[in-house]
């Protein structure tokens, strides 16, 4: 497009995420993970992905203690998944549990018990874009909760891992998991994670966006577009000519 165009007339907006709902009453769900903390991990296990899993779950270990117990869930499925069951099989610290559930068609129920989502790309987005907290893990082990702060920073690498500020993940890992053992969970900037998520990346509002690019567009070729309030087809008025 740069051959016909300037970069500043090319608009870019990114894939979109259905979603299937929004759970409400995040201050009584935080509250039960006193109980145990329910982490879940959603990855394709696979070789490109499967290192950066094991070196989650060895942080977790070495970033949990007697407090709060952890029961971690890992959904999805690939060549690698008897390699990580035969992995966790030999996990040895008495505060975290681990369940390979392999692939799912229906993970709505996982995003619902869960206190904590981990992962890289649509994997934690969807279930954060539902008003659960989120992190960011690396190939490299590293890990970053997903705030207001740093989203458009995780945006820019489009939450794949890269560009995550953090100097060391079990202490970073161990703040998120007292957070939730304490009830001290920022709710409120969940919540504005959640929402900022919902406008990158919901389908709903994906009809705004195209018609903001396509008027502006439209205005520089001589067109004006009237915009209905409800969906409707384009309706263009070419401004280059008389209306009768």
Known sequence: LSRYTHAENISVISNRIALKTKFDALT???????????????SRVASGKYDSIIRFIDNLCRAADRRVKINLTVAGGGEKLEALKDYVSGISNPFVSVEIKGHLDNLLPEFEKAHLVVGKGRSVLEPVMMNRPGCVIGDDGSIEPCTPENFERLYRHNFSGRGLECDNSVTVLKAVLDSLADNTVDVEKTLQTAQLAREYYSAEFL???????LEDLLQRQGFRQVKPETPAPLLLVDMRSPVV
């Open 28 to 42: 009584e769900h935080i509250a039960t993970a006193r109980n145990g903390v329910n982490i879940l991990l959603t």
């Open 207 to 213: 009809r705004e966006k195209l018609y903001a690019a």
